[in-house]
Each structure stands twice: as structure tokens, then as C-alpha cells.
């Protein structure tokens, strides 16, 4: 994995596939304040928010 500058968030991106690993608040921070969908899925994951 190589970390990446993206939006002021620091992501990790697989150099192989290309796959990109979130740390934990980082999808909400890349969403901003349009991250009503983004609580739905986190629910859905069982993820919770702000911890």
C-alpha cells in the first residue's frame, strides 16, 4: 500500500490492483457535508459514526 494525497486525507492505494483502504472517518471526511447516504451504509455495516 501507498499512501496517497487526496482532498487533506491520507488514503492507501494497492500499487497491484489499485484497491483503496479507508481508515475509519476517512470516507466521511472525502464526503463532506453530503454524507446522509454514506450514515445508511455505515449502518448497514454495523459501523458506527464518530467513534
Known sequence: ?????FKGVEI???GDCGAVL??????EQLAGEESH???NL???FG???GD
Open 22 to 27: 479507508l481508515d475509519p472517518g476517512e470516507l
Open 37 to 39: 447516504g454514506l450514515q
Open 12 to 14: 492507501d492505494v494497492c
Open 42 to 44: 455505515a449502518a448497514f
Open 1 to 5: 500500500m501507498a499512501p496517497k494525497l
Open 47 to 49: 459501523l458506527s459514526q
